[in-house]
Structures are given as C-alpha cells and as structure tokens.
C-alpha cells in the first residue's frame, strides 16, 4: 500500500459514522521528511524534528504543526501500546481550535488535524488504529 493510501484511510470515516480528519500527513523519523499528506498540508523539518526528538518544552512553550501554533493536552508518545500526543491548536481569526494527534511508528510519524466540530477522541482513534497497524508490521 502506498503512504498515500493510509492518508485516504485517515481522513476516511470513523466508527461513529463521521469523517473527522481533515488534515493528514505521514512523515520519517529518520530524515524528517514529508512521505505523504494531504494537498495543503505542510510541515517543516524544525517541525518534525520537534515532534520526533525531545517534547519537554511542549508543556510551557507548545510546538507547531503545519505552521499553527498548539498547546499539549497530553503526551503519551512513550507509552506502550499509545505512541501519541495530543495537541489543540490556538484559536484561528474565526475562534476556532482543532484537534491534533500525533502517533510514533518505528519509522514514522503519523499526524491527523481534525475538523472544527470533531472530539479528541475522533482524531486519536483515526491514528491510533493506523500506529498500531504499521507497528505490528515493523514499520
């Protein structure tokens, strides 16, 4: 399966009938690159670098994802069986926020921005569920 088929399985429905991703991006921890990701969606290797290596300041000074400034909810990057942070991003000039998740593999970072009106719990789902899939296949 190409990289871009797990971004068309992200942003596809949930179990509550929703479609709750609206951005998505694949991205290697080794050389920090973009494998895959939606039209419009992209991030910088400082970006990725922050999110793959040492997430201590997220708590006091958050981080950037896809050039938005968000705060941490929860780091569970290196908790067996989770792999995932969860980020909310600042409010945009509508007063909007979104959900973001984001998941280790072995090789990879998996990021899901979720839509205005879906829950944490609909973003984390999507890359959960695709983070335990590659990494039962070593990926």
Known sequence: ???EAYITNLKGIDSTGAYPVDQAAICGISDFSVWASTPGFSLSVEEIK?????RKDFCQNGTHVGGVKCRLIRDNMEMEGVYCVHLKTSADGEGNSYNVCVGRTHKALIIAKGKKEANGGQISEKVFSLVDYLRKANM
């Open 1 to 3: 399966m190409s990289w």
């Open 50 to 54: 922050k999110l793959a290596g040492d």
